[in-house]
């Protein structure tokens, strides 16, 4: 569970998963760049570029 919270207790946010990870798929470009500026662990910034990377394919 994320950061000392029950299932009981826990605020249903649709933009985190069930063990408190944000989710990347609704981001658009502008929000997803602004992520991978502000993020500083190197495993989080690859799965931003993932998204990114994959959101240039779709629209190009």
């Avoid at 649709?14 to 993020?39: F, V, Y």
């Amino acid at each position: 569970m994320a950061v000392n919270q029950n299932q009981k207790n826990r605020k249903s946010n649709s933009m985190l998963t069930k063990t408190g990870k944000t989710r990347l798929g609704p981001l658009n470009l502008a929000q997803l760049t602004k992520l991978i500026e502000t993020s500083t662990k190197p495993k989080e910034k690859a799965k931003i570029q993932r998204a990114l990377n994959k959101m240039t394919v779709a629209v190009a």
